[in-house]
């Protein structure tokens, strides 16, 4: 069950998104005036796990401002305790009540794991983690990478609805909403992919 906090941020990322796309972003709350507001204290209406590429940051993407998103970015937007830490730190001392977690289509990340193979130095920790959702994706056919850009998302998602000790009882009390979410780099849309 979605929280009306969560809902309520859910469509404002939507909406945000949907400008974007259409070429009619707002660019708001980035003033000096805004940067004054939000100065003393940081209140985000949403938490997002994206991917560390160009071409989709978060405040963009979804016509945001200052001190709308607590952003954590990383390649192939994987888990491991940095960012779980960064997210519970979100949740639990700035009140956040909605995490996304943002893969997107042709993800460098996700192909990498794919191709196989010992990447070097310390690229290999990034593959690592991407590649248990291989597992998920193999019998299914079709887009192979679409799939596995999908199933690295879910991957994350369920990691994080089922972590102790902090993010899994609010997600079960229904204080805290975590959504996968894929963005499309040539349309410019997110899709949500479960609730
Ligand atoms: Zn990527």
């Known amino acids: 069950m979605i929280s009306p ?97 943002l ?7 996700v192909m990498a794991a794919l191709e196989g193979g010992e990447p070097p130095g310390h690229i290999g920790s990034v593959v690592e983690r ?7 994706v193999k019998a299914a056919g079709g887009d192979v990478v679409d799939a596995a850009i999908r199933a690295n998302i879910e991957m994350s998602v369920a990691a994080l609805r089922t972590s102790q000790p902090i993010l899994a009882p609010l997600v079960t009390d229904g204080r805290l909403q975590i959504v996968g979410a894929h963005y499309d780099l040539t349309t410019g849309l997110v899709e949500i992919l479960d609730r």
Do not use: K, Y
């Not at 945001?64 to 607590?70: A, P, T």
């Not at 991407?130 to 998920?136: D, E, M, Q, S, T």
């Open 103 to 109: 893969g997107h289509s042709r993800c460098g990340a």
């Open 5 to 101: 906090t969560a809902n309520e941020a859910l469509a404002a990322l939507l909406a945000g998104n949907q400008r974007f796309a259409a070429g009619a972003s707002l660019g708001p709350r980035r003033s000096a005036d805004r940067r004054a507001e939000v100065a003393g204290a940081q209140r985000p209406f949403a938490a997002v796990i994206a991917c560390s590429d160009s071409r989709m940051p978060p405040e963009i993407i979804f016509d945001c401002g200052l001190g709308d998103l607590f952003v954590i970015r990383v390649a192939g937007n994987v888990l491991d305790d940095v960012v779980l830490g960064s997210v519970e730190f979100a949740v639990t001392s700035l009140g956040v009540g909605l995490v996304l977690v």
């Open 130 to 136: 991407i590649r248990p959702a291989l597992a998920w």
